[in-house]
């Protein structure tokens, strides 16, 4: 292996969260197979957008660091969020079998994604056919989200939505090897009003009332868990 490929190899395995992104029986074979794809991706500012709704739809991306959104406009001109994206997750996998992209991603703070482009993922895939496996299992785990998502905005109060994001947000962290009961919105109220299908004022009054009963401490963008099995019955509501 040549040492610009052995350098790229270095940079997934330094990454942490390879094997969240890509299956965790890959070789370090496998790995350098991806990294030469991915080269070394630069960090891009807040509010960069990484891809538009219409370009072509040629890449998916995976979070490295920091944080990014996904969302429509509507025909109103209103902005849709569709979803938030945290290290160690793949963005654009709707766009798969599509010509051109069905959304919008945009940073939410200082990020860094790498790119794959589809046609060499493809490639890769016949090669390696766990990884197809793996982005089958990611696509599978976005529509049970997708699922989830929808059956929470059906005619749930704002307290049993934003409890529902909260648990999902929770279980995402745990997934990263993270605590679960401390958790970091990096996203404004608004995007977060526009997701659960709420107003801004409405979130932020419903992140209160989950403080007043002591299930959960708030302070600027941290959540503190205080109470995670009272916050689940909240969420659970949706199923009554």
Request: charged residues 20%.
């Amino acid at each position: 292996m040549s040492h610009a490929a052995a350098s790229h190899a270095l940079h997934c395995l330094d990454c942490g969260l390879h094997k969240l992104c890509f299956p965790p029986t890959f070789s370090n074979e496998a790995l350098d197979s991806v990294a030469a794809i991915i080269g070394q991706p630069p960090v891009l500012p807040r509010q960069h957008v990484i891809y538009r709704s219409g370009d072509n739809a040629d890449t998916i991306y995976a979070v490295r660091s920091g944080s990014a959104k996904t969302s429509m406009l509507l025909p109103d001109g209103r902005e849709l969020v569709t979803g938030f994206y945290l290290p160690g997750e793949v963005m654009g996998l709707e766009n798969l079998g599509q010509e051109h992209c069905l959304s919008t991603a945009t940073t939410l703070e200082p990020t860094t994604v790498c790119a794959l482009p589809m046609a060499e993922v493809s490639q890769l895939s016949r090669q390696l056919p766990e990884l197809q496996g793996h982005l089958f299992q990611i696509m599978s785990t976005e529509i049970r989200a997708d699922y989830q998502r929808m059956h929470l905005l059906a005619g749930t109060d704002a307290d049993t939505r934003v409890a529902g994001f909260l648990v999902g947000l929770s279980a995402r962290q745990t997934r990263r090897r993270l605590a679960g009961d401390n958790l970091r919105l990096p996203m404004a109220r608004a995007d977060l009003g526009s997701h659960l299908g709420l107003a801004l004022e409405t979130v932020s009054r419903a992140l209160g009332r989950l403080a007043d009963v002591g299930l959960i401490t708030v302070s600027g963008k941290q959540i503190r868990i205080l109470d995670a099995g009272g916050l689940q019955a909240i969420a659970a509501a949706q199923c009554a």
